[in-house]
């Protein structure tokens, strides 16, 4: 085919952006080589400028350089991805058609994401055959899709193109920055390391004191994914004084495990029998239930393309094995450290936004429907964090986990701030008494709901409602939920 030669034979094209289209029209693939190929004259157009202006026309404005390959079936496009990666010259974008015989196009995006979850793409379509939640359920929120609707136009065409195949690039020189510093802390790190005395072992250590942890349960859980018994072995017992540990032995078992018990960090093997470590960290950072949990990889061989994709799965930090254990202890510490020092602004009269709260999409998204779901029930009295919990569609013990990790309070203090925040709205903007205050917000107890008004607050309710009315307290923020950390 032609249009197939052409992409073959385009000088100097290593230089460019790789671009695949994926559609069964091959007027689809013309139409976008005349939009995307580089300096694309019409000699029929130019000879009819000279005529009519009498004068050359003005230089073409050069296009960027771009590589475009074809595929008339999805098939043939992950193919295509396949021997691309082999080549070591991956695919920058994709433009894939949704309506194709055979795999359609959402199965072939699916494909293509299983083999390299860098590439963007584009969805080409005329018909609205999936809705965006129906998409967002198969691959989970990413940043990498958007949609065309057919017939497109070029100029949208022209500007994807550019945009992504730019986002491309720039997203991976930011992980090979990362990977620099990684290095580079990890050997600084390493040398401090050598120059302190050796820890004493676990038995050794001194009982907790009152401040310090007063059960096993209430230690981090580190779940550890490691097939190699004496490696998991070495690790459990590096950890076991300061965490309790779980294992799994491959990455199926280790995603299960990850989704029930929702643990604080995630150490992985990143060569796993079956579901291997990348395929294990992009699972749990796409699932809004897992989404927030650090993860660790530990691997072999420390080259870079296998740190890059380490990175760009969603990886927190890259170690190479032979890891030193208490270099791994050390980052296993300083992840779940900086993850709790970013909920300690959380205040009681906190009323920042869940994309303020939390450090990704789909963090942001179970907290604004928690948000939401509370407030909608907020009269109710007998809702509870077990209602929650069903409105969630996760266990009463995963919803806990899942919002101490999230905004470092509980359940139950977010219905209770949000009930507050509510009756305080109330007292300042209506004309509602105290008693119908108190159960229009979901208190069955006037004294409970005034202690724990005044407790939040720092007034009791009568007086909060004179001085809101005096003018004495600010304007609030919308209804969203005050949270305080640790409860």
């Known amino acids: 085919m032609k ?16 671009i695949l289209v994926v559609d069964d029209n091959p007027g689809i693939h013309r139409d976008f080589e005349s939009v995307l190929l580089e300096n694309a004259v019409d000699e029929g157009l130019e000879a009819a400028e000279r005529q009519m202006y009498g004068k050359a026309a003005a230089p073409a404005v050069l296009k960027p350089a771009y590589i475009l390959d074809h595929a008339l079936s999805g098939l043939e496009g992950v193919e295509k ?86 986002k491309w690039s720039l997203t991976r020189q930011a992980a090979r920055k990362q990977v620099e510093m ?55 017992q590096a950890l076991g004084g300061a965490y309790r540990v779980i294992e799994a032995r491959d990455g199926e078992e280790g995603l299960r495990q990850a989704r029930e018990t929702v643990p604080d960090l995630v150490v992985t093997e990143l060569t796993l029998p079956g579901l291997d470590g990348l395929g ?3 699972g749990l950072k796409r699932a809004e239930l897992t989404s927030h949990i650090p993860v660790i990889v530990l691997a072999a061989h420390a080259r870079e393309d296998s740190q890059l994709r380490v990175l760009e799965a969603g990886a927190d930090y890259f170690l190479a094995k032979p890891a030193s254990l208490p270099l791994l202890k050390t ?72 919002m101490k990790a999230v905004t470092g309070g ?12 509510r009756a305080a709205q109330l007292l300042k ?26 407790k939040q607050f720092g007034l009791l309710p009568v007086d909060y409602a004179s001085k809101a009315h005096a003018g004495g307290i600010p304007q609030m923020e919308p209804a969203t939920a005050p949270l305080r950390a640790g409860e």
């Not at 396949?82 to 058609?97: G, I, N, T």
């Not at 969805?123 to 999936?130: G, N, P």
């Open 331 to 402: 980052r296993v510490d300083d992840l779940l450290l900086a993850r709790s020092k970013a909920h300690v602004g959380l205040g009681p009269e906190s009323a920042l936004p869940p994309r303020n709260l939390t450090a990704n999409q789909a963090d942001a998204q179970f907290l604004r429907r928690a948000i939401e779901i509370v407030d909608r029930h907020l009269s109710d009295f007998e809702f509870d964090v077990e209602a929650l919990a069903k409105k969630v569609a996760v266990s009463r013990r995963q919803l806990f986990r899942k």
């Open 3 to 18: 249009l197939m030669e052409r992409s073959i034979t385009q000088p100097d094209h290593r230089a460019g952006a790789r």
């Open 81 to 166: 991805v396949k021997q691309a990666l082999a080549e070591d010259h991956p695919y920058h974008l994709a433009f894939v058609d949704i309506r194709m015989p055979g795999m359609d196009g959402v199965e072939t995006i699916t494909q293509i994401w299983a083999r390299d979850s860098r590439i963007q793409i584009v969805i080409c379509t005329a018909y609205s055959d999936y809705s965006w939640e129906d998409l967002v359920r198969r691959w989970g929120q990413t940043n990498n899709l958007l949609v065309l609707k057919k017939p497109f136009d070029n100029i949208e065409v022209t500007l994807l193109a550019s945009t992504l195949t730019e």
């Open 429 to 454: 903007e209506s004309q509602m008494t105290i008693t119908e205050i108190t159960y229009a917000v979901g208190f069955s107890d006037l004294k409970h709901f005034r202690s724990l008004f005044q």
């Open 182 to 236: 990684e290095r580079l802390v990890a050997r600084r790190t390493q040398k401090l390391l050598e120059l302190q005395p050796q820890a004493l072992p676990p038995e050794a250590l001194p009982p907790a004191g009152p401040d310090g942890p007063i059960a096993s349960e209430e230690l981090p859980l580190v779940l550890l994914v490691e097939n190699d018994t004496r490696v998991s072995s070495q690790i459990s």
């Open 280 to 282: 294990l960290c992009r």
């Open 410 to 421: 509980t359940p139950n203090a977010l219905i209770r701030a949000m009930r507050l925040k």
